[in-house]
T-cell receptor, first 111, second 113 residues
Framework: GQQLNQSPQSMFIQEGEDVSMNCTSSSIFNTWLWYKQDPGEGPVLLIALYKAGELTSNGRLTAQFGITRKDSFLNISASIPSDVGIYFCAGLTNTGNQFYFGTGTSLTVIP | DAGVIQSPRHEVTEMGQEVTLRCKPISGHNSLFWYRQTMMRGLELLIYFNNNVPIDDSGMPEDRFSAKMPNASFSTLKIQPSEPRDSAVYFC???????????FGSGTRLTVV
């Protein structure tokens, strides 16, 4: 299957700080998704990106579809304790019929 | 909409026993996916269905695992016989046409002792 590498693997930040994470692939994707998983729950879709260069926001979250179509970025501004969780990227190739998920970035926000 | 519904939420079973996990996808969704999540391997796709037909089961670990989707509103994942290494959280997800993002259930945490 496709390999999606997320970095960093984990982050420990102070409340109020901004967060940046990214997802890279060796393949070109047509769609990028960002999910958040709270402890004990399933992943929940945060943002969907459909076009290279696209920048989309959802509240304090902003995600970008990389120009090369091989990467995507997620930023969280002014982090709060409820941002804690694991963030996953997922990508869909133009010939694929399933999304491939990244390895996840675990975020801990220290009050 | 109640979302994707999985049952049970937790299952503890003894090695060698049969385990059946259940999933009810969102009404109107025509694709259904079974994932397994562990600390070591992350989210692994086991199998997915499109219009109730299995499309790709290459992620199913071995013959002990089987999945069925008898109709558009129900799917099962069965492990027989179960082994301790099957302990994980199993997620079901559904989508419309598979390319608009998946909606995940809350998962079944399986512990095989």
């Amino acid at each position: 299957g496709q390999q999606l590498n997320q970095s960093p693997q984990s982050m420990f930040i102070q409340e109020g700080e901004d967060v940046s994470m990214n997802c890279t692939s060796s393949s070109i994707f047509n769609t990028w998704l960002w999910y958040k998983q709270d402890p004990g729950e399933g992943p929940v879709l945060l943002i969907a990106l459909y076009k290279a260069g696209e920048l989309t926001s959802n509240g304090r979250l902003t995600a970008q579809f990389g120009i090369t179509r091989k990467d995507s970025f997620l930023n969280i501004s002014a982090s709060i304790p409820s941002d804690v969780g694991i963030y996953f990227c997922a990508g869909l190739t133009n010939t694929g019929n399933q999304f491939y998920f990244g390895t996840g970035t675990s975020l801990t926000v220290i009050p | 909409d109640a979302g994707v519904i999985q049952s049970p939420r937790h299952e503890v079973t003894e090695m060698g026993q049969e385990v059946t996990l259940r999933c009810k996808p969102i009404s109107g969704h025509n694709s259904l996916f079974w994932y397994r999540q562990t600390m070591m391997r992350g989210l692994e796709l086991l199998i997915y269905f499109n219009n109730n037909v299995p499309i790709d089961d290459s992620g199913m670990p071995e013959d002990r695992f089987s999945a069925k989707m008898p109709n558009a509103s129900f799917s099962t994942l069965k492990i027989q016989p179960s082994e301790p290494r099957d302990s994980a959280v199993y997620f079901c997800a559904s989508s419309y046409s598979g390319d608009y993002g998946y909606t995940f259930g809350s998962g079944t945490r399986l512990t095989v002792v």
